[in-house]
């Protein structure tokens, strides 16, 4: 930063600060909402766009250190040390019939709120497709062009191969929104990478880590607020031709692996069942293989 910028910022600091020690009922309406915006952001603008909890670590541990960003149609935790979103959340309903189908977006945008600034060019080259987590497709139908806009952001993009991506990442976008919406009133959506021990980054960028895998988590609820879950990890080395039931897996072993923690405020009895659960029968899968 230039020192005429440092110069310039110090001296409306110094501004602001005799302000407000020479009108104190301003400086009153100012802490205010400096005070009540976070307690609305974490109790009640978080709360209502996640399915029982904003996902959670139980331990300090740098690598799974987010910060949470609220999107108008999603939320993600994401993670500047490895620059990847490690947890994306969306809900997903009946796609309306008069939804306008809308023109994909020319590119990419880095997202200001994060440190590591990850932009597009990073991935130019590099083998690796650009994953969205938060689907383009759904969220354009549901939610219109702003929200659409918000997954063109580096922060809800994850290095894919592919093979994935274009494959069995792609199909399973298109089955939650078209057919998965049909058998339930909403589908909660947790998706996000999957890490092992060993460190690899982009080629051509220090700044993004490449996943091992990912992880796709659904819970269906219906009117009467049952709910049935659905969970799968696929790896980056797919074919893309493997049927979808080959990677069904349970929530508790997404969370064995992420470290993250799903679905807490449900009643204890009913997290287990859910968390412990490869039930496909609700989910018709074998219906789309």
Sequence with gaps: MKIEKVIKILTMGATLFRLMKKYPKI???????????????IFIGRANMVYMGVPTTNSFNPKRFTRVFRNSSFMLGYSDYRGNPLW??????????????????????SDWRTFSR?????????????????PNFAISRLYGRDAQISTFLMSNISPQKAKLNRGIWRKLEGIEVKYFTKLF????????????KNIEKLSTSNKVEIPDAFYKIYVGVKK???????????????????????????????????????LY????????????????TAWRLKSFE
Excluded: C
């Design 265 to 280: 405020k449900l009643e204890d009895k009913l997290e287990n069942k859910l968390e412990s659960s490869k039930d496909i």
């Design 185 to 196: 009133d909403e589908v909660w959506v947790f998706t996000g990478p999957i890490f092992d």
């Design 88 to 109: 994306v959340t969306y809900k997903l309903t009946k796609i309306p019939k008069d939804a306008k189908k809308l023109k994909r977006p020319d590119k990419f945008e």
């Design 27 to 41: 400086s009153l309406l100012l802490v205010i909402p400096l005070i009540f915006l976070p307690i609305y952001e």
């Design 118 to 134: 990850v932009s597009s060019d990073d991935y130019s080259r590099s083998g690796y497709d650009r994953g969205h987590m938060a």
């Design 224 to 262: 009467d607020k049952t709910a049935k879950a659905l969970a799968f990890i696929i790896p980056q080395t797919v074919t893309g031709k493997e049927p979808l039931r080959k990677f069904v897996t349970t929530i508790d072993e997404i969370e064995k692996q992420t470290g993250i923690d799903f």
